[in-house]
């Protein structure tokens, strides 16, 4: 029997500690939301090509995590798919959109990734750049040049971690007691409670010259 190769990559630092989390507490969220409310004439498709195209652009946007056999934390696996566009959800999607109209003139659009792949500000950055997008499509321009891909800089951090130069930082903390310090507050450090409840933010900005966006973003990405 032929046996299916798996060509994926590691995760980030930080990609390892949110997944050990995930997998040691159950109300840890696995997917981050992003809802952006557009006002103002919209041509649909235009929306829809716009996230399509951001999607294309960044691998982040389009990672899956395939844990194989003998693996305690999974690969980051590279999908050609874009963005699934559907009104339900299912937790092996990457980017999942959806754009519900309002009436004419307001629309909301609805994203959801793995929170492995984005935190809120990550959020930010996407609606800006669908919104970019979207203007760049209308006007016939070119999209800019290529950005920095996440599993460029994810191997990047790795290889750092693992570098002969962070060997003699790791071993002066692994010698120093920090333990006074994990007992510190900051002075506008909130008490977590065992369930942070989702508490959206709202914040208004330009879109693009063609409508105006109020972005609704989470400021703790929850599922």
């Known amino acids: 029997m032929q046996r299916e190769i798996t060509s994926g990559f590691r995760l980030s630092p930080q990609q390892t500690h949110l997944w050990t989390l995930q997998h040691e507490r159950a109300e840890m969220p696995k ?91 990550s959020l930010q950055n996407l609606a800006r750049e669908i919104g970019v997008a979207y203007e760049t499509y209308l006007e016939g321009r070119e999209s800019a040049e290529e950005p920095l891909q996440y599993l460029t800089a994810s191997e990047w ?38 369930i942070d409840e989702f508490a959206p933010r709202s914040s208004a900005r330009p879109y693009c010259a063609y409508t105006s966006q109020r972005a609704v973003l989470p400021n703790a990405s929850n599922s």
């Open 31 to 121: 997917r981050a939301h992003c809802l952006i409310t557009i006002e103002g004439e919209l041509n649909v498709e235009v929306v829809r090509r716009a996230v399509e195209v951001v999607a294309q652009r960044h691998d982040a946007l389009r990672l899956t995590f395939q844990r194989l056999p003998g693996m305690t934390v999974p690969l980051q696996v590279l999908s050609q798919s874009t963005a699934v566009w559907s009104s339900a959800e299912t937790p092996s999607e990457t980017l999942h959109a959806s754009l519900t109209v309002l009436s004419p003139v307001k629309h909301q659009l609805l994203l959801s990734v793995p929170a492995l792949c984005a935190d809120e500000r």
């Open 157 to 194: 951090l790795n290889e750092l971690l693992e570098s002969e130069e962070a060997a003699g930082g790791k071993q002066y903390w692994r010698e120093r007691n920090i333990s006074a310090a994990l007992e510190l507050k900051l002075p506008s450090e909130r008490t977590p409670t065992a």
